[in-house]
């Protein structure tokens, strides 16, 4: 079957949607032959695309079978890597979890020892998902640095020393034998949200706040890819006035240096207080504890600059925190929402919500199914199979 307008590939894409459900409803939006329908739709449904689900009535009185992606008996792999700490997953492509599991994984270890422990921890996971390995269709990585897509190697990066130009993508393609894409992190969390979440939101703008910030822009369900894959890198944006070192890139002045985890982190031990990671900051602030409400506000306030600057580019409907310290967020999220509001257009803030992450520590994981799903049912992959 040749791809073009309306190839099967591309009639897939208005099931994923929920633009149609029946083969009367794709000749109804599409304009196609009945006969021609029905030639793509039972490629399809031969190749595991499409499965019937039932029936309905149309218009005419007469029944019709109801049809829809088959994503819940495929299996995938998903990773959310940070600096620190990662989740991992066996779910399908429709971001159903079946089993996860955190890792400490200190992402300065190297690619190599790093991905040795995520291929066993998710060989482990998929074998008490009780999946069969031949359900497997892909695998899916998020790591707190930028990616290069058309290498799927991480772009030089400051927070992930030993990375450079590693081919995470063909490591973990080789390992599990199917398709693998590696993307960063705040893009992932990013896209579960606005997929999860905001699905009719026209702009969404996702900040990490974890041991550094990273941010993406998700347009019309879509993320924004910058010209070498710095898109969204705002924690290393200078503040003026700032002369705290950067302990990631080493420069003065970056957003990082002052409103990261790691940065409350410094400050909070500057003070006299014992913490290690930002949950330990969240935990101090939660407790009521005067300094780490301070701290975890300030740091709210200094993010809240940057992006009142990004919310009068862009005009977001959204702004969604998340990260480790969105366990915090009634200090965090007031402060951030302060300073945007206050620097801002009213037009441009009008109808803004402020939003702390809603699905937490697994935006990454249902970010990362939603970007393999978008590869597996692409109209590209679904038309060179069936061809
Ligand atoms: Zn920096």
Same mark, same amino acid.
């Given at each position: 079957?040749?791809?073009?307008?309306?190839?099967?590939?591309?009639?897939?894409?208005?099931?994923?949607?929920?633009? %149609?459900?029946?083969?009367?409803? @794709?000749?109804?939006?599409?304009?196609?032959?009945?006969?021609?329908?029905? =030639?793509?739709?039972?490629?399809?449904?031969?190749?595991? $695309?499409?499965?019937?689900?039932?029936?309905?009535?149309?218009?005419?009185? *007469?029944?019709?079978?109801?049809?829809?992606?088959?994503?819940?008996?495929?299996?995938?792999? @998903?990773?959310?890597?940070? #600096?620190?700490?990662?989740?991992?997953?066996?779910?399908?492509? +429709?971001?159903?979890?079946?089993?996860?599991?955190?890792?400490?994984?200190?992402?300065?270890?190297?690619?190599? !020892?790093?991905?040795?422990?995520?291929?066993?921890?998710?060989?482990?996971?998929?074998?008490?998902?009780?999946?069969?390995?031949?359900?497997?269709?892909?695998? !899916?990585?998020?790591?707190?640095?930028?990616?290069?897509?058309?290498?799927?190697?991480?772009?030089?990066?400051?927070?992930?020393?030993?990375?450079?130009? $590693?081919?995470?993508?063909?490591?973990?393609?080789? =390992?599990?034998? @199917?398709?693998?894409?590696?993307?960063?992190?705040?893009?992932?969390?990013?896209? &579960?949200?606005?997929?999860?979440? =905001?699905?009719?939101?026209?702009? %969404?703008?996702?900040?990490?706040?974890?041991?550094?910030?990273?941010?993406?822009?998700?347009?019309?369900?879509?993320?924004?890819?910058?010209?070498?894959?710095?898109?969204?890198?705002?924690?290393?944006?200078?503040?003026?006035?700032?002369?705290?070192?950067?302990?990631?890139?080493?420069? *003065?002045?970056?957003?990082? /240096?002052?409103?990261?985890?790691?940065?409350?982190?410094?400050?909070?031990?500057?003070? &006299?207080?014992?913490?290690?990671?930002? *949950?330990?900051?969240?935990?101090?602030?939660?407790?009521?504890?005067?300094?780490?409400?301070?701290?975890?506000?300030? /740091?709210?306030?200094?993010?809240?600059?940057?992006?009142?600057? +990004?919310?009068?580019?862009?005009?977001?409907?959204?702004?969604?925190?998340?990260?480790?310290?969105?366990? #915090?967020?009634? =200090?965090?999220?007031? &402060?951030?929402?302060?300073? %945007?509001?206050?620097?801002?257009?009213?037009? #441009?803030?009008? *109808?803004?919500?402020?939003?702390?992450?809603?699905?937490?520590?697994?935006? &990454?994981?249902?970010?990362? +199914?939603?970007?393999?799903?978008?590869?597996?049912?692409?109209?590209?992959?679904?038309?060179?199979?069936?061809?």
């Amino acid at each position: 079957m040749s791809p073009g307008p309306n190839s099967a590939g591309e009639l897939l894409q208005l099931f994923r949607t929920g633009s %149609v459900a029946t083969r009367s409803e @794709v000749q109804r939006v599409t304009g196609l032959a009945r006969s021609t329908v029905t =030639y793509k739709v039972d490629a399809l449904l031969a190749a595991g $695309y499409l499965v019937e689900n039932g029936s309905i009535v149309d218009g005419r009185g *007469r029944p019709s079978t109801r049809l829809r992606v088959n994503d819940q008996v495929t299996t995938i792999l @998903v990773a959310d890597l940070g #600096a620190t700490h990662g989740r991992l997953a066996v779910a399908n492509p +429709a971001g159903e979890v079946l089993v996860d599991s955190v890792i400490e994984s200190s992402i300065v270890k190297g690619p190599e !020892a790093v991905l040795a422990m995520v291929t066993q921890r998710l060989d482990q996971l998929l074998e008490q998902s009780g999946r069969r390995g031949s359900s497997l269709r892909g695998t !899916a990585i998020g790591v707190p640095g930028p990616v290069n897509l058309h290498t799927g190697r991480v772009a030089r990066s400051i927070s992930m020393p030993g990375w450079d130009d $590693y081919p995470v993508q063909d490591h973990l393609a080789d =390992y599990f034998g @199917v398709p693998a894409v590696l993307d960063n992190d705040a893009n992932l969390m990013g896209l &579960g949200e606005q997929r999860r979440i =905001y699905p009719n939101a026209h702009q %969404v703008l996702f900040v990490k706040v974890g041991t550094g910030i990273g941010c993406s822009v998700i347009i019309d369900g879509e993320l924004l890819r910058g010209t070498d894959s710095a898109e969204g890198d705002i924690g290393h944006a200078k503040i003026t006035g700032v002369e705290e070192t950067c302990s990631s890139c080493g420069a *003065r002045g970056c957003l990082a /240096a002052i409103a990261s985890g790691r940065a409350m982190v410094r400050e909070l031990r500057r003070l &006299g207080h014992e913490v290690t990671t930002t *949950r330990d900051v969240v935990r101090l602030a939660r407790a009521g504890n005067p300094d780490a409400v301070r701290v975890v506000t300030a /740091a709210g306030q200094e993010l809240g600059g940057v992006l009142s600057t +990004a919310v009068s580019l862009l005009n977001p409907d959204v702004v969604v925190i998340g990260g480790d310290i969105v366990h #915090a967020h009634e =200090y965090f999220l007031h &402060g951030v929402r302060e300073t %945007v509001l206050g620097r801002s257009q009213p037009l #441009a803030t009008a *109808r803004l919500t402020i939003a702390p992450s809603a699905l937490g520590d697994r935006a &990454g994981i249902i970010g990362a +199914a939603a970007r393999l799903a978008d590869v597996i049912f692409g109209s590209a992959a679904v038309d060179a199979k069936i061809s």
